[in-house]
């Protein structure tokens, strides 16, 4: 299937999106989606991810260890053994307090690291990382000006300026 916008390119990126009961789908490429502003996002929800990581352990007992029934959240009082059973962690702070435990499984996720990456595919093409990059320092600039922490908004400021040359 070629591309919409420019007729030239086999489409690579595909939205659906549902407004008032009617549905309307767009297949672009890679490059015209970069210029309509569009996002690649991934299509695995985190409950499907993380049930399909907890399928893949070995067993709970060598995940969680012994403790999985004794650690619950201070804040909503979820329990690592629901969470094991549902894949849905109860509330934001579960994420400390079942951080041992969770560990291994956000490293599973994330190809050793343990934090969140964002949700661009290794597959992408470098403008579409390099874009995504940019986004992530403007954000993190906007934070820097709200926070008056003006020296690391110039920082931010200059290395943005660098990578859209």
Partial sequence: MYCQNCQKKEATIHLTEITDGLRTETHLCEHCAQEEGIAVKSQLSINELLSSLLASQPSDDETFGDTKQSI??????STLEQFTKDAVLGCPYDYEAFQKSLAPLIRKAHNGKESHCGKVPSKTSEGTKKQ??????????????????YELAAELRDKINQQEK
Avoid: F, Y
């Avoid at 619950?72 to 009082?77: A, I, K």
């Avoid at 992530?136 to 820097?144: D, G, S, Y």
């Fill in 72 to 77: 619950s959240c201070p804040h909503c009082g």
């Fill in 132 to 149: 995504m990059e940019l986004m992530k320092l403007r954000r993190k600039l906007e934070t820097a000006v709200q926070n008056e922490d």
